[in-house]
Nanobody, 131 residues
Framework: QVRLVESGGGSVQSGGSLRLSCVAS????????MGWFRQAPGKEREGVAA???????TYADSVKGRFTISQDNAKNTMILQMNSLKPEDTATYYC?????????????????????????WGKGTLVTISS
């Protein structure tokens, strides 16, 4: 059974950095889409960044140039390096995995992200940015 576990959330001041990790267990597929969604209190869920099994990366406009998504296949780990953090980045961040890699970037971090259709979700990690 696939399981996603996020870590690395916390509280930092505006301009600071955080590094989120997502470890995927029970996962042996060679084709996949992985990424991050986030949801702030009282707001809709939004896509942040995506990476597919070919290594293609996509970012939401709001995080381009500040966030970097990567993966360590040997460790089944996905990383989200977040720099120049802003108060509006405050949210719970969710790791997602979908076994369909088609249109990965659009489905996660595009202008109309698929906020409910991913196959697997982690429980989330809270990121709080103070001004």
């Amino acid at each position: 059974q696939v399981r996603l576990v996020e870590s690395g959330g916390g509280s930092v001041q505006s301009g600071g950095s955080l590094r989120l990790s997502c470890v995927a267990s029970g996962f042996t597929y060679s084709t996949y889409c992985m990424g991050w969604f986030r949801q702030a209190p009282g707001k809709e869920r939004e896509g942040v960044a995506a990476i597919d099994s070919d290594g293609s990366k996509t970012y939401a406009d709001s995080v381009k140039g500040r966030f970097t998504i990567s993966q360590d296949n040997a460790k089944n780990t996905m990383i989200l390096q977040m720099n120049s953090l802003k108060p509006e980045d405050t949210a719970t961040y969710y790791c997602v995995l979908d076994l369909d890699a088609d249109q990965c970037g659009e489905r996660v971090a595009g202008h109309l992200p698929d906020t409910t259709g991913m196959d697997y979700w982690g429980k989330g990690t809270l990121v709080t940015i103070s001004s």
